[in-house]
């Protein structure tokens, strides 16, 4: 059973547009789960919660520096890489993914220090098991195009 204020893992699902002609809610998005689907409880509870205002990458493009979260199907993931702040030559790390959001506009989202290492390698690990990311406080950015990134 499924309980308020817990963090779940849902896996072998669908996460769709909600067909407003047949629902009277306030959500844009549903969950569709099926026989083979899968809920657990995540390890770590200190995940803050969602708001109600999920975005697309279009509403990320449209006001870059305001933070929002977002729904993304995960695609593909590059290597660590190493790259140094021009400011101070601090050494910083680096994985970008590749990553598709509800409207199926395609993306790169830059993943820095701890989430290019820890989270990076629980994706890259996952390659093949069609991932949904739930990212949050995400930023816009136009760097050879536009990316979305951490913080």
């Not at 290597?79 to 790390?93: F, G, H, P």
């Amino acid at each position: 059973m499924l309980q308020i204020g817990k963090t779940y893992i849902f896996s072998n699902g669908q996460i769709k547009a909600i067909n407003k002609d047949f629902y009277n809610v306030n959500e844009n998005f549903e969950i569709i789960l099926n026989s083979i689907s899968e809920i657990q409880v995540a390890i770590t509870d200190d995940i803050e919660p969602v708001t109600n205002n999920l975005s697309v990458i279009e509403d990320i493009k449209s006001n870059p520096n305001s933070p929002s979260d977002i729904i993304l199907l995960f695609l593909n993931v590059s290597e660590v890489r190493v790259i140094y702040r021009q400011t101070d030559k601090i050494k910083i790390l680096k994985r970008d993914l590749q990553v598709l959001d509800l409207r199926s506009e395609v993306c790169t989202f830059t993943l820095w220090e701890g989430l290019a290492t820890v989270e990076g390698k629980q994706l890259e690990e996952s390659r093949n098991e069609k991932t949904i990311i739930l990212a949050k406080g995400i930023i816009g950015k136009y760097f050879n195009g536009f990316i979305l990134s951490t913080t």
